[in-house]
């Protein structure tokens, strides 16, 4: 009886098979599953057409068979990378591609997983079913792009912010519009205690206004325990008068 393969490669000798040859097989076994464990590769992503990862039976290098795999190339298009439908196993995968890379089996409506430009995932290989298995992303109590957390003491540098910023309920409390190459902004400051906190007009250019805008009929109000008053040292125009 001849020996059969698995799905990563590593050959299984029957029983007195392979007489005088098991150390040099039994060797390669081992390099595969080092591999397999641990190992790093590259993967050029074609583009213009899906990358099919294939097994090596019985030999070291199939890039299906490592641990650690990075996505290389430039792309005008998200490209899909495919395995077999039997591999079963994890990987950690950066995409270092300048597009997206969908991850998934061969064939099949298993799940897939999508990588966007510069993402590093933990994927699992569930070979779950025999003709749609399932590519998962693997999350321990972490951020995915799609499930809902709630951040507490953490520290957030330059996020950047779609259109909108929400309530605890889901309502709108701001809306934000993105200006193709800005360079002006507002700056919010706190302030010590007796201090005034403060919105201030920065940015690139020297002089800088601020547009408040009601809508229809509505009017832009200053309210306080005293009189409001505008400072002498800048120059204000009041309009709709």
Known sequence: MASTYTGLGVQLMTTGEKAGTW???TNTNWNIIEQISGGFTQQAVTDGADTDLSVNDGTTGATLAHRVL???G?????RNVTIP????TFYIIKNSCDDDVVFKYVSGSGNSVTFSAGDTKIVSATANDATNPDLDEATVGGVTPTNTVTLTNKTLTAPKIG???LDTSGNELFLLTATGSAVNQLTYANAAALADPSFTATGGS??????LAAK????IQLTSSMN????TTGKAMILGF
Do not use: H, R, Y
Not at 74 to 78: E, H, I, M, N, Q
Not at 216 to 219: A, E, H, I, N, R
């Open 23 to 25: 150390g040099t097989l």
């Open 70 to 72: 990075e996505f290389t």
């Open 74 to 78: 430039s792309l005008s298009a998200s």
């Open 85 to 88: 439908l039997d591999v079963q």
């Open 163 to 165: 259109t909108s910023i």
């Open 206 to 211: 020297t002089n800088i206004g601020i547009t």
């Open 216 to 219: 229809g009929s509505g009017v």
């Open 228 to 231: 409001p008053t505008i400072s």
